[in-house]
């Protein structure tokens, strides 16, 4: 991984002062100790050291953790303890009172957070410890602008049949940029609590009512993160920007829904560090009297190339 990636996390102001805010939330000067996990550049774990931890472990099994440790060194954080390994792969890891772990993605489980995060409250948090994020929720809103889906019709403009190509890009998940106006209404469509629920599985679905005659051309989708009681952290297209974005979902076809029918989406996922990640989403069209008129189904896997 390029050090670029890393410094768009640390340019984004958004995401770090909701971490720092969260950290002052927990940290007692002299007392707390901390462990942060994925700690990339060392960042969070630097941000724990000035907010008065007593000792702040550092996990990271990429290079980057070779930039960590002279970067601990630079700033002369002694008591800042770079351990070069993944978190679940530690045996027997001193114990903490807060773990702090920034491993969310534009999806944001893709980087295993959940299973990150179970086993860090079963091995690393002292009993009554802190998890940061504490829960997530996940939304999900219909797409009423074809801004993006024109995109798309580039496979039908060479003269050619390029269907099976476009098929493919069709069963695919883009990371884009969406503005609220563009949008139906959000709805949550999955939520968890990190460390109490360690379902890598995900599921959940979702529907709208309309009020008038509409187009639907996909799906964004997003979160939000309750990193401590009161102090969130949100991907949503009204929220103040951060490097990550949402991620659109399209559809086969836009459906041409009439005022008084229904518009619903079932999702699923499952991300696991063996398997990588794995979406499914399922799009569907009632009419007034409640008969489903399409359906439409879509799948990651069959965006990839063999």
């Known amino acids: 991984m390029r ?40 960042l969070l774990a630097l941000m724990a050291a000035k907010l008065g931890a007593r000792e702040v472990y550092l996990y990271e099994t990429a290079e980057v953790g070779g930039v960590a440790e002279k970067i601990l060194k630079a700033n002369g954080a002694r008591n800042c303890h770079l351990i070069p390994c993944h978190s679940t792969e530690m045996v027997d890891p001193p114990r903490v009172d807060v773990v702090v772990s920034e491993t969310l993605g534009n999806y944001a489980f893709e980087e295993h957070t959940i299973e990150t995060l179970a086993d860090a409250k079963k091995r690393f948090l002292k009993p009554g410890g802190v998890l940061i994020p504490r829960a997530l929720k996940q939304f999900v809103a219909p797409v009423v602008s074809d801004r993006i889906a024109r995109d798309f019709a580039a496979w039908d403009a060479t003269g050619f049949d390029l269907s099976v190509a476009r098929l493919m890009s069709l069963n695919n998940i883009y990371v884009r940029t969406m503005k609220p106006a563009e949008l139906l209404a959000a ?13 890598s599985t995900r599921k959940g679905q979702a529907s709208w009512k309309l009020d008038e005659a509409t187009t639907v051309y996909g799906f ?6 309750e990193l401590t009681p009161g102090v969130h952290l949100s991907t949503s297209p009204d929220a103040p920007r951060t490097h990550w974005e949402q991620l659109y979902f399209p559809l086969l076809a836009p459906i041409c829904a009439a005022k008084g029918e229904t518009v619903g989406i079932n999702l699923r996922s499952r991300t696991t560090p063996e398997a990588g990640t794995h979406v499914a989403w399922i799009a569907t069209h009632t009419n007034a009297k409640g008969r489903e008129t399409t359906r439409q189904s879509l799948n990651l896997d069959k965006g990839y190339l063999p």
């Open 3 to 42: 050090i670029e990636y890393h410094r768009t996390l640390i340019a984004d102001r958004v995401r770090n002062a909701a971490f720092e805010k969260a950290l002052r939330s927990v940290i007692k000067k002299g007392e707390t100790t901390v462990a942060d996990i994925g700690t990339g550049t060392g």
């Open 220 to 225: 964004a989708v997003w979160w939000e993160a």
């Open 187 to 199: 709805k949550v469509w999955d939520e968890i609590t990190f460390g109490s629920d360690a379902r």
